[in-house]
Structure formats: structure tokens, C-alpha cells
């Protein structure tokens, strides 16, 4: 039986909109979760229409095994593994990236310093190496790195070192409020209303789970993947990630001339971008969560694959 914690599904509505649904079509949904998506464009999809989600989460894996529905298939991998489908075989891709509300409010996943728990962050609780694990022989090098580019973090630095001191003395790193602590004490200034901890926090869950990586991959496989008119649908939730998503359309929004041969036509582009959508604020008020949250939305074009 999975935990009571409930999921809130971001943009919903207008994430299925902006995906245009054909009733016959291949939808790919990402990032399961806990379904909301999944569900929605289910519903819009004709007998001949199928959907495949993929989720890294175990838990999220569960949830799935809920829908006895057989246009409806659920993978346990990364969405880095897009790259098997069939080129030209999705009507449309949705990615909502980020973490979802039961694994915040879950402590026993080690993703919120609010609650002690484990110092986990994996999504994939099955496999793979955990935040503990990693800082109990990271250098402050690393560390540091790690911080500052992943959690733009302007104290990288001095939490490194505060990190390894604290292990120095006490040894590794083992739950959530250690890490939270440590921080807190290197971190001297914050803006108003944020924990110290937060993008510490967030730059140990993007690199030990390879997410930017990860979403490079699967954007990069959205080019052969979809069809003509196929749409790419993208919700973003910092703006490391939502970066990456707006260069990767703004790139394959225009088209490309060879310099070497300035007569020559110009490669067409192959995305035709759609414009961003944030949460409304009504939105924003029933789930203080998705204030951060961006949607970005792209049309493949006609071109040779």
C-alpha cells in the first residue's frame, strides 16, 4: 500500500492543450508521478490511441499498475531511454520534470530538510548511489562544484568545507537535518522566506540522479521521435532546467545557413517554438508549489529525419 501523501498535478489542463491530443495518436508521458497527466490524456485518446509513461520512482511504478486500461503501458526507466522508440512514432511528448509532492513529504526519501530522514534523494530508491553515500568521500572540490552549479549557490565554498569538517569530527553524513544543520551554519545571509538549506539541497538531487544530463538526452531523442506537427511539451521547475529547454527550442526554431556555402539553402528548422505558460494565479494559491513552475511548448516540422 503506498504512503498517504497526495500529488497535486501542475498545469495540468493546460499541459494536455498544449500536447493537442489526436484520438489515434502515441502519447509519451515522461514523468508519470502519481498519473494526473497520464490519466488526462487517456481520456482524450480513441481506442486506436495508446500512452507510455515511463518514471524512475518505484512508488510511481505502483501507482501506475492502478490503471488496467491496454492503450496504457508504464516503463521503469529514465526518460533517457526515449531513444529506443521508433523515429516519427509519438504524436507528442510530455516531460514534467522536478520531484513530486509524496516524495517531498515523505522523510523516508530524504529529499526535504523540513522532516529527518535518511540523506537519500535518489528517485530510483532501487539502484544507484545516495547523497550520503556520495559525500562520505567527496573532496570539497567536488562539493563545491556540485553546489555552486547545480544549486547556484553563491556560499558553494564554505558549505563544502563545513561539510567536511563536520565528517572530519562526527564521520559521514547520515540524515537529512545533519546536512540541513551544517548548511545553516555555513550559509550566513538568505533571501527572505527561503531556508538556508534549499539550494544545497537541490543541486545534491540534480547530480545525484543526473538530471540535467538526463533531460539533455531525452530532448535530443525528441527530435527523431516525433512526428510531423508532433508536439514537445515541457514543464520546468528551476531555471537550470528551464534554460536548457528554452535553448533546445530556440535552437531548432530557426533555420541553420552554412557559412561555407552562403548560396546554399538554409537547413530548415525543426522545431517551431509555441510561447511559455506559468500557473494561474488561482492556480498558485490551491498549490503554493507550482509558483516556480514553467511550461514550454514546441510543434516538430516537416523535415528529413
Do not use: C
Request: charged share 25%; net charge neutral; no cysteine.
Amino acid at each position: 500500500m503506498l504512503a498517504p501523501w497526495t500529488h497535486r498535478t501542475v498545469l495540468l489542463n493546460e499541459a494536455i492543450d498544449g500536447l493537442q491530443i489526436k484520438p489515434d495518436g502515441h502519447y509519451i508521458d515522461a514523468t508519470f508521478g502519481r498519473g494526473g497527466h497520464s490519466r488526462l490524456i487517456l481520456a482524450a485518446l480513441s481506442g486506436n490511441g495508446r500512452l507510455t509513461a515511463f518514471d524512475k520512482d518505484p512508488e510511481a511504478i505502483a501507482e501506475a499498475q492502478s490503471i488496467t486500461d491496454s492503450r496504457f503501458a508504464i516503463r521503469h526507466e529514465g526518460f533517457n531511454q526515449l531513444a529506443s522508440f521508433p523515429p516519427a512514432s509519438a504524436a507528442g511528448l510530455l516531460m514534467d520534470l522536478g520531484i513530486s509532492s509524496p516524495q517531498i513529504d515523505n522523510p523516508a526519501r530524504g529529499f526535504s530538510f523540513r522532516s529527518d530522514g535518511p540523506l537519500d534523494m535518489r528517485m530510483d530508491s532501487t539502484r544507484g548511489q545516495s547523497v550520503a553515500d556520495w559525500l562520505a568521500d567527496a573532496s570539497i572540490e567536488s562539493m563545491t562544484e556540485v553546489i555552486r552549479d547545480y544549486g547556484e549557490e553563491r556560499f558553494a565554498g564554505q558549505i563544502a568545507k563545513a561539510i567536511d569538517r563536520r565528517r572530519s569530527v562526527t564521520g559521514a553524513l547520515r540524515s537529512t537535518a545533519e546536512l540541513a544543520e551544517v548548511v545553516a551554519g555555513a550559509v550566513k545571509t538568505r533571501e527572505p522566506g527561503k531556508d538556508p538549506a534549499t539550494r544545497t539541497f537541490q543541486a545534491f538531487r540534480i547530480f545525484i540522479n543526473a538530471e540535467l544530463e538526463e533531460l539533455q538526452q531525452a530532448l535530443a531523442a525528441s527530435l527523431p521521435l516525433l512526428q510531423e506537427d508532433g508536439r514537445l511539451v515541457v514543464i520546468s521547475f528551476h531555471s537550470l532546467e528551464d534554460r536548457i529547454v528554452k535553448q533546445f527550442m530556440v535552437e531548432h526554431s530557426r533555420e541553420v545557413f552554412d557559412r561555407r556555402a552562403p548560396f546554399a539553402e538554409p537547413k530548415a528548422m525543426r522545431f517551431k517554438a509555441l510561447g511559455r505558460v506559468k500557473p494561474s494565479e488561482a492556480e498558485i494559491s490551491g498549490n503554493p508549489r507550482s509558483r516556480s513552475a514553467v511550461m514550454r511548448i514546441a510543434e516538430r516540422t516537416k523535415v528529413a529525419q
